[in-house]
C-alpha cells in the first residue's frame, strides 16, 4: 500500500552533517518533498526533487533520489541550531493530488 | 503574497460545540487542502478541492466533519458536534494544478 517510512530522530553537534532518510513504497510518484516544521509551526516547504532527478542542491541542503531503492534523503551541511525541528518526506501517490507524508524525524542539534 | 491564512489559531471548545475552521489559500491557487496532525496518526489528509470541487473527501473522518469551499478564496472545515478525539492540529494548504503546497500555520483545536 502506500506509505512513506522515516526514522524518528537524529542528534548530531552543530557544525557538522546532517542525514534524514526515507524510504517511500510508490515508484511512480513524480516529485518528492521535504518539508520542516518548527515546534508549534506550520509546515515549510524546503525543497523538493523531480523523479527523473538523482541529486537537487539548494544552498546547505542535499537531496539524493535513488530510485531503485525508494530512498531518499535530505542532507544538511554545516547543521546550525536553528536547523532543530521535525523534517517530513511527502510524496504524492499516483492518481492522487494530496501529500502522504512520512512520521517525520526530529533533528536536534546540540551546541 | 501573505501566505495560507487559517483562523482562528487556536480554538477550545466543550465537546458537543459546533466548531469551524477557516481557511484563505494564496492568491491564484485552485487546489486547497485539509490536512489534521495528531500524535498518534501523524499528518493526514482530510479533504481536498480542485476549482472549488471537493475531489477526494475519504480521509473525513465521519459524519460530524463537513468541509465546503463556496468561492476560490475562503474554505470552512466544520465539526458538529465535536468531541474530544478530534482535538489535533488542523493545517489547510494550497497549490496551483496540483504543484508545490503552501500550509497555513494550523488551527490547534483542543475539545474538553
Known amino acids: 500500500g502506500e506509505d512513506v517510512e522515516q526514522s524518528l530522530f537524529l542528534s548530531v553537534r552543530e557544525g557538522d552533517s546532517s542525514v534524514i532518510n526515507c524510504t517511500y513504497t510508490?515508484?511512480?510518484?513524480?516529485?518528492l518533498y521535504w518539508y520542516k516544521q518548527e515546534p508549534g509551526a506550520g509546515l515549510q516547504l524546503l525543497t523538493y526533487i523531480f523523479s527523473n532527478m538523482d541529486m537537487k542542491q539548494d544552498q546547505r541542503l542535499t537531496v539524493l533520489l535513488n530510485k531503485k531503492d525508494k530512498h531518499l534523503s535530505l542532507r544538511i551541511a554545516d547543521t546550525q541550531t536553528g536547523d532543530s525541528a521535525i523534517y517530513f518526506c511527502a510524496e504524492i501517490f499516483t492518481g492522487r493530488r494530496a501529500l502522504t507524508f512520512g512520521s517525520g524525524t526530529r533533528l536536534q542539534v546540540q551546541p | 503574497d501573505a501566505g495560507v491564512i487559517q483562523s482562528p489559531r487556536h480554538e477550545v471548545t466543550e465537546m458537543g460545540q459546533e466548531v469551524t475552521l477557516r481557511c484563505k489559500p494564496i492568491s491564484g491557487h485552485n487546489s486547497l487542502f485539509w490536512y489534521r496532525q495528531t500524535m498518534m496518526r501523524g499528518l493526514e489528509l482530510l479533504i481536498y478541492?480542485?476549482?472549488?470541487?471537493?475531489?477526494?473527501d475519504s480521509g473525513m473522518p465521519e459524519d460530524r466533519f463537513s468541509a465546503k469551499m463556496p468561492n476560490a478564496s475562503f474554505s470552512t472545515l466544520k465539526i458538529q458536534p465535536s468531541e474530544p478525539r478530534d482535538s489535533a492540529v488542523y493545517f489547510c494548504a494550497s497549490s496551483f494544478q496540483g504543484g508545490k503546497q503552501y500550509f497555513g500555520p494550523g488551527t490547534r483545536l483542543t475539545v474538553t
Open positions: 478541492f480542485n476549482n472549488n470541487v471537493p475531489i477526494d
Open positions: 510508490d515508484s511512480s510518484s513524480t516529485y
